[in-house]
Structure formats: C-alpha cells, structure tokens
Nanobody, 124 residues
Framework: QVQLVESGGGLVQAGGSLRLSCAASGHTFNTYTMGWFRQAPGREREFVAGISWTVSNTFYADSVKGRFTISRDNAKNTLYLQMNNLKPEDTAVYYC?????????????????WGQGTQVTVSS
C-alpha cells in the first residue's frame, strides 16, 4: 500500500523558516516525480513545487520561487520542502503527492497519491 506521510509543519513568524518532510513507503519512490501542494481555507489546492524522479528537474510556483526549495533523498524515500522567508500568505495545509507522469505538472489531477497534510501557519 502506497503511503505518504508529511511532517514538519508548525507556527512560525513572518520571515522565519520551516522544513517539511514527506516519508514515502509502499512503492519505488525513486521512480516517481513528486510534488508539494498547499490549500488555504476557502481556496483551491494549489501547486507549490515539483521535482523529477531523476532529481535533475525542479519547478516552482511563481509565488514561492526564490524562497522555497524542493529536494529529495531517494535513498531515504523522503521528499523535502525547505521554506525560507515565510509570509502570512503561505499559511495553508501542505500536501506531498506522487505524480502519475514523469513530467512535472502543476495540476492536482496529475497526481494519484496524496499524504494527509501538515499545517503551516505564518504569523505577521
């Protein structure tokens, strides 16, 4: 059974940093493109960042470019999201997801498996 478990969320002041982790099990993690999404109350789920299974390609939403870094450790079956210079508008539940394709797409429907999410709250 494929499972994704996020951790690392919390409450942080604006300008602070957090590092999210996503532990994967039940599949060959190193053959799948992965992504991070987020969903704020009353808003649709939105793409944050994606990384190819080869680690050679990454893609970011404009809103986080230059502040967030996606990475993965295939030996540890773990996906990461380093978030720096956090802003109140980054407040959301953050989800990791496994893509159905090799290409990094921003649409949630391209991702078949999701974690339960971890809450990130940025205070002003």
């Amino acid at each position: 059974q494929v499972q994704l478990v996020e951790s690392g969320g919390g409450l942080v002041q604006a300008g602070g940093s957090l590092r999210l982790s996503c532990a994967a099990s039940g599949h060959t993690f190193n053959t799948y493109t992965m992504g991070w999404f987020r969903q704020a109350p009353g808003r649709e789920r939105e793409f944050v960042a994606g990384i190819s299974w080869t680690v050679s390609n990454t893609f970011y939403a404009d809103s986080v470019k230059g502040r967030f870094t996606i990475s993965r450790d295939n030996a540890k079956n773990t996906l990461y999201l380093q978030m720096n210079n956090l802003k109140p508008e980054d407040t959301a539940v953050y989800y990791c997801a496994r893509s159905m394709t090799d290409t990094i797409y921003p649409q949630p429907y391209q991702y078949a498996t999701w974690g339960q999410g971890t809450q990130v709250t940025v205070s002003s």
